[in-house]
């Protein structure tokens, strides 16, 4: 009996079971989330194409993928680029990430395993690690495994989920966080708070410090807003007029 055709709507969800397409997608996301390609940077197919060594078709298909999770945008006459995010967006969408890193968080205080607080001590000892050293790549990739250890101990799959696919979307600009003078020194004290409190099992505490550590609000926000490059602030300011 022959196998029934699939339809035009399933392709993306077959895409993301090919190797070639999932390791392309990893690849792309990962280069705009550490930053190599920057918020408004052109994706050229056919760039992309020879950078990777794979055909126009999957470079085509994984933008699109990349388009549904927020990471690219495509636009009339230009094609693909790295999303750029409005200011007041920005103020949004990291008002919304506290509230979902607090809650998992205040879930973590409940259900971590021994395994995950190990995992987030671990990750912790890093952030302290690359402070001392002064590398701010080396804190910024262990500090990413801190929040995500967090996220995995709330033991809700969705949670995870949602609260690291916002988290990606933020991260080219969370740099800019990362690299305001005192904020690596700061955010120790901050971890070993949110860590304790887990380790307690004080959700609420938990919590609220989450969400103090990871929001933007006051002059914190105003700091990040000069962080960022002339020209990006200046093309998020056009956009939001």
Known sequence: MARPRKTGTAKPEGLRAHPRYEELRALLEEAIIKGELPP??????QELAAR???????????????ASSGLVEMRARQGAVVATLTIPKLSEMFQVMAELEGMCARLAARRASPERLAQMAESHRACVAAVKANEPEGFYDANRLFHEAIYAASSNQFLEEMTRSLRNRVSPYRRYVTYQPGRMVDSIPEHEQVLDAIRKGDGETADRLMRDHVNILGDRFADFISSMPLELESRKMTRSA
């Open 40 to 45: 408004g940077t052109r994706l050229e197919e």
């Open 52 to 66: 990777y060594r794979v055909s126009r078709t999957p470079v085509r298909e994984t933008l699109r993928l990349l």
